[in-house]
T-cell receptor, first 114, second 113 residues
Framework: DTGVSQDPRHKITKRGQNVTFRCDPI?????LYWYRQTLGQGPEFLTYFQNEAQLEKSRLLSDRFSAERPKGSFSTLEIQRTEQGDSAMYLC????????????FGEGSWLTVV | GDSVTQMEGPVTLSEEAFLTINCTYTATGYPSLFWYVQYPGEGLQLLLK?????DKGSNKGFEATYRKETTSFHLEKGSVQVSDSAVYFCALSDQNQGGKLIFGQGTELSVKP
């Protein structure tokens, strides 16, 4: 069990550029979640997948954000036309399905938009 | 919608002091409750959890009891250490809402030697 891994860990980009983050969940986990966390705040839910199906998207996920999990394994989160307000840590997490099952987090991908 | 409220920080304690971080929740269903900890520059780690009323979660000397009557899940530790300095997040999940976690705003704990 190698845990949830995210790449890149840090990304600095210019406003208007596109960025993509990748998440590799724990191998037997069928649920995958994306969260955003800004300094001094708790993580905010963005979206989640069960296998390859995206089952819920938060209102926080504007049209510039898109997430995919094409084969039910790894996932990507793309932000198009980045804005300074997108600067945050993007956390990926995974779990199996079931009441009270633990959700395991990766170490996050820091995004700074300059 | 469901929500979690935590006591505001930062909380500063001396080593070996008693710790309480208050957490209350609002939920329409029967959620599971969690405490996660985040050390500087790292992701979140599960500290403890409870899945039904009156369950007590415990780990590393920390404990919390799921109190349905007061909709609370307060975190306690009898004797904190400098290494406990971190940000603590209370969270709930409801399988009827995909099991996603809803977090409180976090409470920063600083323990001084």
């Amino acid at each position: 069990d190698t845990g949830v891994s995210q790449d890149p860990r840090h990304k600095i980009t210019k406003r208007g550029q596109n960025v993509t983050f990748r998440c590799d969940p724990i191998s037997e986990h069928n649920r995958l979640y994306w969260y955003r966390q800004t300094l001094g705040q708790g993580p905010e839910f963005l979206t989640y997948f069960q296998n390859e199906a995206q089952l819920e998207k938060s209102r926080l996920l504007s049209d510039r954000f898109s997430a995919e999990r094409p084969k039910g394994s790894f996932s990507t989160l793309e932000i198009q036309r980045t804005e300074q307000g997108d600067s945050a840590m993007y956390l990926c997490a995974s779990s199996t399905q079931g009441t009270g099952n633990t959700i395991y987090f990766g170490e996050g991908s820091w995004l700074t938009v300059v | 919608g469901d929500s979690v409220t935590q006591m505001e920080g930062p909380v500063t304690l001396s080593e070996e002091a008693f710790l309480t971080i208050n957490c209350t929740y609002t939920a329409t269903g029967y959620p599971s409750l969690f405490w996660y900890v985040q050390y500087p520059g790292e992701g979140l780690q599960l500290l403890l959890k409870a899945t039904k009323a009156d369950d007590k979660g415990s780990n590393k000397g920390f404990e919390a009891t799921y109190r349905k009557e007061t909709t609370s899940f307060h975190l306690e530790k009898g004797s904190v250490q400098v290494s406990d300095s971190a940000v603590y997040f209370c969270a709930l999940s409801d399988q009827n809402q995909g099991g996603k976690l809803i977090f409180g705003q976090g409470t920063e704990l600083s323990v001084k030697p």
